[in-house]
């Protein structure tokens, strides 16, 4: 089992900065390649962006190319999502998720673990 735990979600007007983390304990982090999720209140859980397990290959969701930025440290078994020039509609509980046997995708069902969840509020 793999426990994600997500932090750094909170209140932000729209034009600023946050970066969400997610810790995963163990020895395996630097093995998975791992994504972010997010859901908004009545819509389906969307794709964000994905990294591979050594961080070099990176995917990301069209609306947020150029804004967000997926990133990770395996020393400190830390994923993050710095997200820049956010807007309202980034608004949503952002996961994260890891992939244990598979290469970094925008296929949530592909994912094996999951946290619990942080949320992002954007205001205008």
């Known amino acids: 089992q793999v426990q994600l735990v997500e932090s750094g979600g909170g209140l932000v007007q729209a034009g600023g900065s946050l970066r969400v983390s997610c810790v995963a304990p163990g020895r395996t982090f630097s093995t998975y390649a791992m994504g972010w999720f997010r859901q908004a209140p009545g819509k389906e859980r969307e794709f964000v962006a994905a990294?591979?397990?050594?961080?070099?290959?990176?995917d990301y969701t069209d609306s947020v190319k150029g804004r967000f930025t997926i990133s990770r440290d395996n020393d400190k078994n830390t994923l993050y999502l710095q997200m820049n020039s956010l807007k309202p509609e980034d608004t949503a509980v952002y996961y994260c998720?890891?992939?244990?046997?598979?290469?970094?995708?925008?296929?949530?069902?592909?994912?094996?673990?999951w946290g619990q969840g942080t949320q992002v509020t954007v205001s205008s």
């Open positions: 990294i591979n397990w050594n961080g070099r290959i990176t």
């Open positions: 998720a890891a992939t244990i046997a598979g290469p970094e995708s925008r296929v949530r069902y592909e994912y094996d673990y």
